[in-house]
């Protein structure tokens, strides 16, 4: 496979890059060498900074219907990588008290697990399946983080697919949704993988980075973590309107 089938469309070209935030886990923590983790009482703050300045977070799944439909002014996309229990517990809640959505990317092959490939620790629980149905009946978007969090591009091509599809098919089965979304473990995204994911009929996928193949299928997206508070939080805001001029 060697075209690219994800860049923007002709109607999108003129308009920049949706505002993305990136988290992980929120939870109470005194070690967090991978800077994943952001303490429930940060995220309470950092989406009560979103409201106070005209912006909601909401599902990519809201956000991308809104951009087709024109208008997607004041909404930003709410992602969480890995699916940690402690969305159900911390973040939930948080968002419910915000009047917020997110999208949480949950890693189909490790239900109820722990993130092993997380060498330095610490530990974290991941969410189990009936976690994930709790969440998907509260309005949360479920999607795909793969089977087992693995550097997508040194996969083979029989490997890759079992990623990108089986996982969707685990998930959609769990969930009861239809699973639109991909987030690439790592952020680790080039063309092969990119268009494995869109063939496989997601609407959108996520990645980290800003890069010349950017679109629906590899959206950048702007991290988040425990030291965000709202002097960062707006120049990350204003860093994202200045670069993603048209």
């Known amino acids: 496979m060697t075209q690219t089938v994800s860049k923007w469309t002709s109607q999108d070209t003129a308009r920049p890059f949706p505002y993305v935030l990136m988290y992980h886990s929120v939870a109470v923590y005194g070690h ?3 800077l994943v983790t952001v303490d429930p009482r940060r995220f309470d703050r950092q989406l009560g ?5 005209g912006l909601r977070g909401v599902s990519m799944r809201e956000l991308m ?5 024109g208008d997607s002014r004041g909404l930003v996309g709410l992602t969480f990588d890995d699916g940690y229990a402690d969305f159900a517990h911390n973040v939930q809640p948080a968002l419910v008290r915000h ?3 997110a999208t949480v990317f949950v890693i189909a092959g490790r239900l109820g697990g722990r993130n092993v490939w997380d060498p330095a620790g610490p530990r974290k629980q991941l969410m189990t399946a009936q976690q994930i149905r709790d969440m998907a009946e509260a309005g949360v978007e479920i999607g795909s983080h793969g089977l087992l969090h693995q550097h997508m591009s040194e996969l083979d091509d029989g490997e890759l697919l079992a990623e990108v ?7 959609r089965a769990i969930s009861g949704q239809d699973v639109g979304g991909f987030c690439y473990p790592y952020g680790d995204v080039d063309v092969r993988v990119m268009n494995t994911v869109a063939a496989a009929g997601y609407d959108y996928a996520c ?8 679109g629906w299928h590899a959206l950048p997206r702007t991290y988040v973590g425990d030291r965000d508070g709202s002097l960062r939080l707006l120049a990350k805001r204003v860093r994202h309107e200045l670069t993603n001029k048209r």
């Open 32 to 34: 967090d060498p991978y």
């Open 49 to 53: 900074w979103l409201r106070r300045n």
């Open 65 to 69: 219907q809104a951009r087709r439909m």
């Open 99 to 101: 009047g917020c959505t």
């Open 165 to 171: 599809a089986e996982s969707r098919e685990l998930l």
């Open 207 to 214: 990645a980290i980075w800003r890069s010349s193949f950017s």
